[in-house]
């Protein structure tokens, strides 16, 4: 059967490496505020959709890039299984598969179930000739060629315009609960975080926010009950409402308007006050920072403890949104970016500046 | 460039110990654990620090003569099989751990260390690294880095790809690269994810980040004994269905566990057509209730006999004849030829027939032990080399089965890795464009192509010779086969 709406991305790449003209790939728009600023002609993958394949018990599905995330978890929900990385939708119906992809951004359950790269499992992708090819597939083991599957996921579209995606799927947990716990102080709340991953526990989530430190468990119903009861707190009914505002930056802390940065650091990285408002995620492994703090000197501190800071939102974004690279690795970024799409038409400049 | 005016570039800043050019020495590395391919190379060199990899692939690029990175030799695939114009640049010398770190629950190792290793020294802390491929008391944590190693417990744990937080590599050129490390992501591309399972041909691995995860509460093990492998293969799909993720699941067939028990004394029913053993951990409370699910579906499946491991010594025996099944093959056979498929679990009964089909056209025995989780088969084709032709005719077969994988939608290498075993194969799985991806990407790291030639992606010239053997063989290829 031809693939229309394929056939149309193929002619559109293909017309631009004719004539080099810069693309700017957009799936549902949820991410638009990301990365740096978009240049170049529009190229929409969003009527590029429908769900290819989806076996339950085989824990994979694959889609046409254009999928929405909202189709795929209602789908995914009805056999009680789910995207382990919790992917953010931004508050948008319209967040596809490919951006998802693209972004490569995760949700609270990230530390304890992995990253979207994690769970790429095989895509179908145009590089930047125009070129259809397919890497990975679809099963749990594969190394067959390089796994240029999962390096499609938080490339930003640099690589590839993502067509098809295949995911290794994982099962609801049979019981979940959220506990609250009090830490004036978030170090406080990161030392507990660390402790508690060293243990054998069903952590899904554990964030700190304005002296409210809260954990999630998921898991069977006794193993979650006696871990409560290792964990102490009380229990945050409406904690499931919690998580999901966290996912998709719904909770006010993410409703100022002043630069947001996002720093990712070992968990228990000491990183001192920071002077700004702070939330941190992922056990003390992403600690969002909001207004005041002085971006570039946050950058100083967080390499030092080998960590990197995205300018996520707000800032300007002719700048650095993304943690400069050492001279030797940018290098190879950009001999590989070069590979894939060596007339630079695929969302130039949107990670870096010059490519 | 002979062997002794080459040995002369690297003693200049290697001790003489590090430098093998004798060949009764050179012996030791002519192959991997793929022992029939066998290759003299020119030297072997082994560092004992970082700087001096730099020194020696700095050599190498100047003098263009290719690298061929080794750990401890236990590949498959013939992925360390050496260069008659190069060298083999081994890694056993950087053997030591260099950091624990409890908190953040990371280990900082040098590529040399022994899988197992890693595990052993953290045990005190109750942490452990997860990814076990079955030669893990002896393969190196560098090796299971080039070739993405897998193991019992993938489905639960992941790869190595899953398990690795940071790598420093060293590019032809001689510079130090650091990917990640321990914080969860890292800025740019997800070249961590690349170089896992890159099979030595894009850099050196000089120092590993692996990720420990706190050991499970508890374990059990069930066997279930089936009539039927398709049965089998049902509970498995079952099971995950019922949303259990179990740690292990591993199926063998007749051949297989007749020869396994009889090796091992495993306690396997003899006349079973299929076994299957599942793992379950977790915490104490859901592993009980979990093993009563497990062994329902496998009574509803029609599981002649169930067993479940009452204490660690009875599981110990029970894993004990599948983790002796390789050797137990060994002893009923003069040599046998190890396939790694990876197929959608659902085609399993389809593959099995259509193997036993094979088989017996071929004239050749084959028994199947399959990590039935993830749908990574291992056929063990039976031969004997010592007869004319019939290594030929054995690999021939496993490229028919491989065929079958990805006929079905599967690949040809679930943990192995390609080498230059599977590497006719990878023309059948990869069409011209993608292959030329590779190339792409491997010179972007290595333009000149010096590090691992020859292995894991094929040259056009390559493919062009086996399909032009294959159309001679006067079938058809799958031009049209959805590979997904």
């Not at chain 1, 954990?215 to 009950?225: I, N």
């Amino acid at each position: 059967m031809p693939d229309h709406t394929e056939q149309r991305l193929q002619q559109a790449v293909q017309e631009a490496h004719r004539n080099t003209q810069p693309l700017n790939i957009i799936g549902g728009g949820s991410k638009a505020f990301y990365g740096r600023e978009a240049t170049g002609m529009p190229l929409h993958t969003a009527a590029h959709r429908g769900v290819v394949r989806y076996d339950p018990a085989e824990l994979v599905l694959s889609a046409r890039a254009g999928t929405t995330v909202a189709e795929v978890e209602a789908l995914l929900g009805k056999e009680n299984q789910m995207l382990g990385f919790e992917p953010p939708r931004f508050g948008r119906e319209t967040a596809t598969l490919g951006g998802m992809v693209a972004a490569g951004l995760a949700g609270p359950r990230r530390p304890y179930a992995g990253a979207v790269r994690d769970f790429v499992l095989g895509v179908k992708i145009l590089n930047g000739k125009g070129e259809i090819m397919r890497f990975g597939g679809e099963v749990m083991k594969n190394v067959a060629g390089f796994d240029l599957a999962r390096l499609m996921a938080g490339a930003m579209g640099a690589l590839g315009v993502v067509l098809e995606i295949s995911l290794r799927i994982i099962p609801q947990p049979p019981v979940e609960k959220t506990l609250v716990l009090e830490h004036p102080q978030h170090a406080a709340a990161i030392a507990l975080f660390n402790r508690l991953a060293a243990r054998p526990l069903p952590l899904s989530a554990a964030a700190w926010h304005a002296g409210e430190t809260r954990l999630r468990l998921s898991g069977g119903a006794e193993g979650v009950k006696r871990a409560a009861e290792a964990v102490g707190g009380e229990e945050d009914v409406a904690g499931g409402q919690f998580w999901q505002r966290l996912r998709d930056h719904e909770l006010p802390f993410f409703q100022d308007q002043r630069e947001l940065l996002r720093v990712s650091a070992p968990p228990a990285a000491e990183l001192g006050a920071l002077d700004a408002p702070q939330l941190v995620d992922w056990g003390g492994a992403q600690r969002w920072l909001v207004g005041g703090a002085d971006g570039e000197a946050v950058r100083a501190l967080v390499a030092r403890h080998g960590g990197h800071v995205t300018r996520f939102r707000h800032g300007d974004r002719r700048s650095a949104i993304f943690q400069p690279l050492a001279a030797p690795l940018h290098a190879l970024h950009l001999r590989l970016k070069r590979a894939f799409d060596p007339a630079g038409i695929l969302n130039p400049g949107r990670l870096y500046r010059d490519w | 460039m002979n062997r002794q005016s080459l040995s002369r570039h690297f003693r200049q800043f290697l001790p003489r110990t590090s430098v093998i050019d004798q060949v009764e020495s050179l012996r030791a590395y002519e192959c991997d654990g793929l022992s029939a391919y066998r290759q003299l190379p020119l030297l072997v060199v082994l560092p004992e620090t970082v700087e001096q990899v730099r020194r020696a692939l700095r050599v190498c690029r100047e003098l263009r003569v290719p690298v061929v990175s080794r750990g401890a030799g236990t590949g498959l695939s013939g992925g360390a099989l050496p260069h008659a114009q190069g060298i083999v640049l081994s890694l056993a010398k950087m053997n030591q751990v260099l950091e624990i770190d409890p908190i953040n629950r990371t280990a900082r190792v040098q590529p040399g260390v022994r899988n197992l290793a890693i595990s052993e020294a953290v045990k005190h802390l109750g942490l452990f690294y997860a990814p076990d491929p079955s030669s893990q008391i002896a393969c190196s944590i560098g090796g299971n880095v080039a070739e993405n190693a897998g193991g019992v417990h993938c489905l639960k744990y992941g790869l190595t790809v899953h398990n690795i937080a940071g790598l420093k590599i060293a590019t032809i050129d001689g510079d130090l690269v650091t990917l990640g490390g321990a914080a969860l992501d890292s800025a740019g591309f997800d070249l961590l994810a690349l170089m896992v399972g890159s099979e030595g041909m894009l850099a050196v691995v000089v120092e590993v980040t692996v990720k420990l995860l706190p050991c499970p509460e508890s374990a059990s093990v069930l066997l279930g004994a089936f009539n039927a492998v398709e049965n089998a293969a049902d509970s498995v799909a079952s099971v995950i269905a019922a949303g259990i993720i179990p740690a292990g699941v591993e199926m063998m067939d007749n051949p297989a566990i007749r020869a396994a028990e009889d090796f091992a004394g495993a306690g396997y029913p003899r006349d079973a057509e299929a076994i299957l053993l599942c793992e379950l951990d977790g915490a104490e409370g859901d592993v009980g209730e979990q093993v009563g699910q497990v062994r329902e579906i496998l009574r509803r499946h029609g599981a002649a006999h169930i067993r479940v491991a009452a204490d660690p010594v009875e599981r110990a025996r029970l894993w004990s004849g599948r983790k002796g099944a390789f050797p137990a093959i060994g002893r009923i056979s003069p040599d046998y030829y190890c396939i790694d498929g990876t197929i959608p679990r659902r085609h399993l009964g389809r593959v099995l027939t259509e193997i036993g089909r094979l088989s017996g056209e071929y004239g050749l025995r084959v028994a199947n032990v399959f990590h039935a989780g993830d749908g990574n088969l291992h056929p063990l084709i039976l031969y004997d080399a010592a007869r004319p032709g019939e290594l030929q005719r054995t690999e021939e077969l496993g490229a028919r089965i491989l065929e079958l994988c990805i006929e079905v939608g599967g690949t040809i290498t679930g943990e192995h890795g390609v080498g230059v075993e599977k590497i006719g194969s990878m023309c059948v799985q990869f069409h011209p464009a993608e292959r030329a991806q590779f190339h792409a990407v491997r010179e972007a790291f290595d333009p000149g192509r010096l590090l691992n030639p020859g292995k894991a992606i094929p040259t056009l010239a390559r493919c062009a010779e086996h399909n032009a053997m294959h159309v001679h063989r006067g079938r058809t290829r799958f031009p049209d086969i959805e590979r997904f």
